[in-house]
């Protein structure tokens, strides 16, 4: 991502966080995050990383230790509307590129929900993996082919954005692939405990 595009998204996002919270209470989106727990939870255990961890759905539909927890975001909105909620959680402003190049840590659990990943270089995919620890698990959501937010975005971000995503790297590099409602999601979850029909 340039450095404008950066600019902007972050400027999208602190502006977006003063009503995020309020817009996503709705019973649509309550329901979407219940469903997607049912799935990630169970294997949401020991460190986790959570990437574009926003205001804190991860910590507020799980029981994670507060040392066990990093959540990494590049918007100081979003990270100042987890902090009030969560106020004893490490977090980090950063991007996912600016972050891992100065982390030596090793996690259980790296999470990237809701469209985070699409958002990172293709050529740093490789890198989500390299911080998982032996029998660690990885769930991330990318925007799934022909999807983005486009309530948030002009045009010209959208197609940006698009065209970053690597969506054949994705399906070669990650273990298993399925679509959840506008998303791709990217584990090494075994596949039996996967949803049924929607493979990707």
């Known amino acids: 991502m340039s ?12 502006e977006f966080a003063k009503t ?17 727990f049912k799935i990630a939870s169970p294997w ?20 994670i230790a507060k040392e066990d927890y990093l959540g990494i975001d590049p918007s100081a909105g979003m990270l100042e509307k987890l902090k009030a909620k969560f106020p004893d959680y490490n977090t980090v ?17 790296v999470l990237g929900l809701y469209g985070a990943p699409s958002y990172f270089e293709s050529t740093s995919y490789q890198q989500i993996l390299d911080l998982l620890a032996p029998k660690g698990h990885y769930f991330l959501m990318f925007y799934k082919p022909g ?16 065209a970053r995503i690597d969506y054949d790297k994705i399906n070669q590099l990650f273990e ?5 409602t506008s998303y791709l999601v990217a584990t090494n979850i075994p596949s039996q405990y996967l949803p049924i029909g929607n493979r990707a």
């Open 93 to 109: 402003q950063a991007t996912f590129e600016q972050w891992v190049k100065t982390n030596d840590q090793k996690f259980d659990t």
């Open 20 to 36: 995020y919270d309020e817009h996503y209470s709705a019973k649509e989106f309550q329901e979407e995050d219940q469903e997607l």
């Open 147 to 162: 999807y983005f937010p486009a309530h948030i975005y002009t045009p010209e971000d959208i197609a940006a954005a698009k």
């Open 3 to 14: 450095g404008s595009e950066q600019e902007r998204v972050e400027a999208i996002y602190d």
């Open 176 to 180: 298993n692939t399925f679509i959840f």
């Open 44 to 63: 949401i255990r020991g460190k986790v990383l959570d990437l574009g961890c926003g205001t804190g759905l991860s910590l507020h539909y799980n029981e």
